[in-house]
Protein backbone atom coordinates (compact mmCIF):
# COMPACT_ATOMS: atom_id res chain seq x y z
CA UNK A 1 0.00 0.00 0.00
CA UNK A 2 1.18 3.65 -0.52
CA UNK A 3 2.44 5.64 2.60
CA UNK A 4 4.21 8.70 3.29
CA UNK A 5 6.39 9.45 6.51
CA UNK A 6 6.83 12.62 7.42
CA UNK A 7 9.00 11.92 10.76
CA UNK A 8 9.20 15.63 11.92
CA UNK A 9 6.16 16.81 13.69
CA UNK A 10 7.93 20.58 14.36
CA UNK A 11 11.22 22.46 13.12
CA UNK A 12 12.62 25.97 14.06
CA UNK A 13 14.98 27.59 11.48
CA UNK A 14 16.84 30.80 11.31
CA UNK A 15 15.13 33.53 9.47
CA UNK A 16 17.23 33.52 6.19
CA UNK A 17 18.71 30.17 6.56
CA UNK A 18 18.11 27.22 4.66
CA UNK A 19 15.91 24.37 6.16
CA UNK A 20 14.95 20.61 4.46
CA UNK A 21 12.04 19.15 5.76
CA UNK A 22 12.04 15.14 5.14
CA UNK A 23 9.71 13.05 3.55
CA UNK A 24 9.72 9.77 2.29
CA UNK A 25 7.31 7.71 0.20
CA UNK A 26 6.17 3.43 -0.21
CA UNK A 27 5.07 2.73 -3.38
CA UNK A 28 5.30 -0.53 -5.93
CA UNK A 29 4.37 1.87 -8.66
CA UNK A 30 7.02 2.85 -11.40
CA UNK A 31 4.92 5.99 -12.10
CA UNK A 32 3.79 7.87 -9.61
CA UNK A 33 3.73 12.10 -8.70
CA UNK A 34 4.97 13.69 -5.58
CA UNK A 35 3.97 16.92 -4.31
CA UNK A 36 4.49 19.36 -1.38
CA UNK A 37 1.84 21.57 0.07
CA UNK A 38 1.68 24.35 2.14
CA UNK A 39 -0.97 24.87 4.84
CA UNK A 40 -1.07 28.68 6.89
CA UNK A 41 -3.13 28.82 9.62
CA UNK A 42 -6.16 30.14 7.36
CA UNK A 43 -6.45 26.09 6.54
CA UNK A 44 -6.07 26.78 2.92
CA UNK A 45 -3.63 24.37 1.46
CA UNK A 46 -1.13 25.70 -1.12
CA UNK A 47 0.68 23.88 -3.94
CA UNK A 48 4.22 24.14 -3.87
CA UNK A 49 6.16 22.15 -6.15
CA UNK A 50 5.62 18.80 -8.23
CA UNK A 51 8.32 15.57 -8.89
CA UNK A 52 7.10 13.23 -11.44
CA UNK A 53 8.69 9.80 -10.55
CA UNK A 54 10.20 9.71 -14.16
CA UNK A 55 11.75 13.20 -13.89
CA UNK A 56 15.64 12.72 -13.88
CA UNK A 57 16.27 16.66 -12.58
CA UNK A 58 15.27 17.53 -8.58
CA UNK A 59 11.97 20.36 -9.33
CA UNK A 60 12.70 23.94 -8.39
CA UNK A 61 10.29 26.63 -8.02
CA UNK A 62 11.85 29.90 -6.30
CA UNK A 63 13.00 29.61 -2.99
CA UNK A 64 11.60 26.01 -3.04
CA UNK A 65 13.33 22.84 -4.34
CA UNK A 66 12.96 19.08 -3.97
CA UNK A 67 15.83 16.78 -3.18
CA UNK A 68 14.27 13.37 -5.27
CA UNK A 69 16.41 10.50 -4.29
CA UNK A 70 14.57 7.69 -5.91
CA UNK A 71 16.39 4.81 -4.73
CA UNK A 72 15.53 5.76 -1.50
CA UNK A 73 12.25 7.10 -2.24
CA UNK A 74 13.06 10.18 -0.58
CA UNK A 75 11.33 13.58 -1.51
CA UNK A 76 13.06 16.27 0.60
CA UNK A 77 11.33 19.90 0.25
CA UNK A 78 14.36 22.16 0.97
CA UNK A 79 13.27 26.20 1.34
CA UNK A 80 16.19 28.47 1.11
CA UNK A 81 16.62 32.09 2.84
CA UNK A 82 13.35 31.29 4.91
CA UNK A 83 11.62 34.05 5.42
CA UNK A 84 8.52 34.59 8.53
CA UNK A 85 5.72 33.86 6.11
CA UNK A 86 7.03 30.48 5.44
CA UNK A 87 6.06 29.78 8.79
CA UNK A 88 3.70 26.97 8.25
CA UNK A 89 2.28 23.47 8.06
CA UNK A 90 4.36 21.64 5.28
CA UNK A 91 2.49 18.15 3.74
CA UNK A 92 4.10 15.84 1.51
CA UNK A 93 1.67 13.83 -0.50
CA UNK A 94 1.75 10.95 -3.88
CA UNK A 95 -0.37 10.45 -6.71
CA UNK A 96 -0.29 7.31 -8.88
CA UNK A 97 0.34 8.97 -12.19
CA UNK A 98 -1.55 6.66 -13.74
CA UNK A 99 -5.35 6.15 -14.87
CA UNK A 100 -6.12 9.76 -14.45
CA UNK A 101 -7.16 9.11 -11.03
CA UNK A 102 -6.59 11.78 -8.26
CA UNK A 103 -6.16 9.75 -4.79
CA UNK A 104 -3.42 11.48 -3.11
CA UNK A 105 -2.20 10.08 0.16
CA UNK A 106 -0.57 12.94 2.16
CA UNK A 107 2.10 12.80 4.81
CA UNK A 108 0.83 13.78 8.52
CA UNK A 109 2.92 17.17 8.16
CA UNK A 110 5.60 18.95 9.63
CA UNK A 111 5.12 22.02 11.08
CA UNK A 112 7.87 24.83 10.51
CA UNK A 113 8.30 28.31 12.48
CA UNK A 114 10.91 30.80 11.33
CA UNK A 115 13.05 32.62 13.83
CA UNK A 116 13.45 36.42 13.54
CA UNK B 1 -9.07 33.75 -12.04
CA UNK B 2 -10.84 32.94 -9.22
CA UNK B 3 -10.11 30.56 -6.81
CA UNK B 4 -11.88 27.04 -4.97
CA UNK B 5 -14.90 28.43 -3.21
CA UNK B 6 -16.14 26.85 -0.38
CA UNK B 7 -19.14 27.47 1.56
CA UNK B 8 -19.78 28.18 4.88
CA UNK B 9 -16.53 28.50 6.09
CA UNK B 10 -17.80 28.18 9.69
CA UNK B 11 -20.80 26.16 11.47
CA UNK B 12 -21.55 24.44 14.64
CA UNK B 13 -24.33 21.78 14.50
CA UNK B 14 -25.29 19.22 17.16
CA UNK B 15 -24.97 15.34 16.93
CA UNK B 16 -27.84 13.87 14.83
CA UNK B 17 -28.58 16.65 12.54
CA UNK B 18 -27.03 16.70 9.23
CA UNK B 19 -25.09 18.83 6.99
CA UNK B 20 -24.40 20.47 3.25
CA UNK B 21 -21.01 21.76 2.34
CA UNK B 22 -20.44 23.31 -1.09
CA UNK B 23 -17.53 23.53 -3.68
CA UNK B 24 -17.21 25.47 -6.38
CA UNK B 25 -13.91 24.76 -8.52
CA UNK B 26 -11.92 26.64 -10.85
CA UNK B 27 -13.11 27.39 -13.82
CA UNK B 28 -12.34 24.47 -16.24
CA UNK B 29 -11.51 22.02 -13.87
CA UNK B 30 -13.53 19.32 -13.89
CA UNK B 31 -12.22 17.17 -11.02
CA UNK B 32 -13.68 17.81 -7.27
CA UNK B 33 -12.49 15.74 -4.84
CA UNK B 34 -12.84 16.12 -0.51
CA UNK B 35 -10.93 15.77 2.24
CA UNK B 36 -11.03 15.09 6.43
CA UNK B 37 -8.52 17.05 7.94
CA UNK B 38 -8.12 16.16 11.77
CA UNK B 39 -5.53 16.63 14.03
CA UNK B 40 -5.14 12.88 14.95
CA UNK B 41 -6.09 11.69 11.43
CA UNK B 42 -4.73 14.29 9.08
CA UNK B 43 -5.47 14.85 5.79
CA UNK B 44 -7.72 11.72 4.62
CA UNK B 45 -9.44 11.45 1.31
CA UNK B 46 -13.39 11.24 1.22
CA UNK B 47 -14.37 10.86 -2.62
CA UNK B 48 -13.53 12.13 -6.11
CA UNK B 49 -15.95 13.64 -8.61
CA UNK B 50 -15.13 13.80 -12.08
CA UNK B 51 -17.54 14.90 -14.77
CA UNK B 52 -20.68 14.45 -12.13
CA UNK B 53 -19.43 10.95 -11.48
CA UNK B 54 -17.83 9.62 -8.49
CA UNK B 55 -14.57 8.13 -9.09
CA UNK B 56 -12.97 7.17 -6.70
CA UNK B 57 -14.11 6.83 -2.75
CA UNK B 58 -11.98 6.52 0.41
CA UNK B 59 -12.76 4.88 3.78
CA UNK B 60 -15.54 6.55 5.39
CA UNK B 61 -18.91 5.41 6.25
CA UNK B 62 -21.76 6.00 3.96
CA UNK B 63 -23.18 8.86 6.22
CA UNK B 64 -20.53 10.72 4.19
CA UNK B 65 -22.06 11.37 0.25
CA UNK B 66 -21.61 13.74 -2.23
CA UNK B 67 -22.16 14.88 -5.58
CA UNK B 68 -21.00 16.65 -8.54
CA UNK B 69 -23.11 19.00 -10.99
CA UNK B 70 -23.15 19.58 -14.50
CA UNK B 71 -21.16 22.85 -13.78
CA UNK B 72 -18.41 20.98 -11.61
CA UNK B 73 -19.78 22.29 -8.48
CA UNK B 74 -19.59 19.90 -5.71
CA UNK B 75 -21.64 19.27 -2.30
CA UNK B 76 -21.01 16.81 -0.07
CA UNK B 77 -23.41 15.61 2.94
CA UNK B 78 -22.85 14.22 5.96
CA UNK B 79 -25.76 12.53 7.82
CA UNK B 80 -26.44 11.61 11.31
CA UNK B 81 -23.56 13.88 12.31
CA UNK B 82 -20.90 12.26 15.23
CA UNK B 83 -18.99 14.18 17.70
CA UNK B 84 -15.75 12.45 15.78
CA UNK B 85 -16.99 14.60 12.49
CA UNK B 86 -15.33 17.59 14.09
CA UNK B 87 -12.73 18.80 11.44
CA UNK B 88 -12.09 21.03 8.63
CA UNK B 89 -13.46 19.70 4.98
CA UNK B 90 -11.36 20.47 2.16
CA UNK B 91 -12.26 20.74 -1.55
CA UNK B 92 -9.86 20.28 -4.44
CA UNK B 93 -10.06 21.20 -7.68
CA UNK B 94 -8.18 19.88 -10.68
CA UNK B 95 -8.24 20.00 -14.49
CA UNK B 96 -7.76 16.51 -14.62
CA UNK B 97 -6.26 16.47 -17.94
CA UNK B 98 -4.32 13.91 -20.03
CA UNK B 99 -1.24 16.24 -19.63
CA UNK B 100 -1.99 17.44 -16.28
CA UNK B 101 0.60 17.06 -13.32
CA UNK B 102 -2.71 16.67 -11.05
CA UNK B 103 -1.68 19.39 -8.67
CA UNK B 104 -4.39 20.08 -6.47
CA UNK B 105 -6.14 23.39 -5.97
CA UNK B 106 -7.70 23.74 -2.35
CA UNK B 107 -10.02 26.04 -0.87
CA UNK B 108 -9.66 27.17 2.68
CA UNK B 109 -12.63 24.68 4.19
CA UNK B 110 -15.28 24.00 6.11
CA UNK B 111 -14.83 24.21 9.87
CA UNK B 112 -17.52 22.03 11.01
CA UNK B 113 -17.75 21.52 15.11
CA UNK B 114 -20.37 19.02 16.30
CA UNK B 115 -21.16 19.71 19.92
Known amino acids: AQKITQTQPGMFVQEKEAVTLDCTYD???????LFWYKQPSSGEMIFLIYQGSYDEQNATEGRYSLNFQKARKSANLVISASQLGDSAMYFC?????????????FGTGTRLKVLA | KAGVTQTPRYLIKTRGQQVTLSCSPI?????VSWYQQTPGQGLQFLFE???????NKGNFPGRFSGRQFSNSRSEMNVSTLELGDSALYLCASSFAGGSDTGELFFGEGSRLTVL
Open chain 2, 49 to 55: YFSETQR
Open chain 1, 27 to 33: TSDQSYG
Open chain 1, 93 to 105: AMRDRCCRTYKYI
Open chain 2, 27 to 31: SGHRS
